[in-house]
């Protein structure tokens, strides 16, 4: 099996992390959550004050840029890959809503983009890594060797969303909020100027809503075997 790119997109809460998680370890490749790292910059933001209702110091933020370290670091005990902004474990905190309502605003600064499209890329010089995100297929890892594109429908993601969040003790938030975060989301992310989420023409597409997640798996894992022999 030759050595390969794995670049997956797709819209918020479309399984796509788990995904390409499940094969990253399947397959023994280095897994980034380019999200995450968009998530920690806006994590920054609001602890900063840097933004105010929907409108982000783009000035003050394009200064702080070089001092914003994002890493990776492997859970010994769970095993799963942690974001760290500045040295601290911010896992947890970029997942809430409130960095969730606001990261479609940074990430949409074509500064903040630029420092980061540079970052993943030197984080896939050598091959051997699984990145998921909005525009890994498209603007990140061009030449690709395997793009994916995962789908399914508002409703179905918001459900999945609105379980992870119970999952993670959130009881207070409703399924309303989540599906009018998801919407946001999408028409954020599809129609901002810099890298839009948009299909990759030479991606294939994961329609996942009526999938179980064995399921979903398993056709990504046939796809890598059978790009990784040829
Ligand atoms: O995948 P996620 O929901 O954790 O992503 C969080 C936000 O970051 C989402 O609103 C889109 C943005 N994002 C992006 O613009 N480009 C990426 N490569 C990854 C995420």
Redesign the pocket.
């Known amino acids: 099996m030759k050595k390969i790119t794995i670049a997956i997109d797709g819209f ?1 809460s479309s399984g796509k ?1 788990s995904m390409a998680k499940v094969l990253a370890k399947a397959i023994g490749y280095a897994y980034v959550d ?3 790292m ?2 920690a910059v806006t994590l920054f933001c609001i602890e900063n004050n840097m933004i105010s209702g929907d409108v982000v110091d783009v000035v003050r933020l394009t200064d702080a840029l070089p001092d914003i370290k994002i890493n990776f670091t492997v859970n010994p005990d769970s095993g799963a890959s942690e974001v760290y902004l500045n040295g601290r474990n911010v896992e947890r905190e970029i997942r809430g809503m409130e960095v969730s309502g606001k ?2 605003l940074v ?1 949409a600064i074509p500064a903040v983009r630029r420092a980061l499209v540079k970052q993943q890329q030197a984080m896939g010089e050598d091959k051997g890594i699984v990145m998921d ?4 297929c498209t603007v990140v890892f061009p030449d690709a060797e395997m793009k994916v594109f995962v789908t399914a429908t508002p409703e179905t993601r918001a459900q999945r969303r609105l379980e992870e969040l119970r999952g993670k003790g959130d009881d207070k938030v409703t399924y309303e909020e989540v599906y009018a975060n998801v919407c946001t ?1 999408d028409h954020i ?1 599809q129609t901002r100027e810099d890298s839009p989420l948009r299909q990759a023409e030479d991606a294939m597409v994961l329609d996942n809503s009526h999938m179980t997640r064995e399921e979903q798996n398993a056709w990504l894992l046939e796809q890598y075997r059978r790009i990784a022999a040829e």
Do not use: L
């Not at 995100?133 to 890994?136: C, E, L, S, T, V």
């Open positions: 918020s992390s380019s999200g995450a968009y998530r990261v479609s990430a995100g909005r525009d890994i989301r992310d």
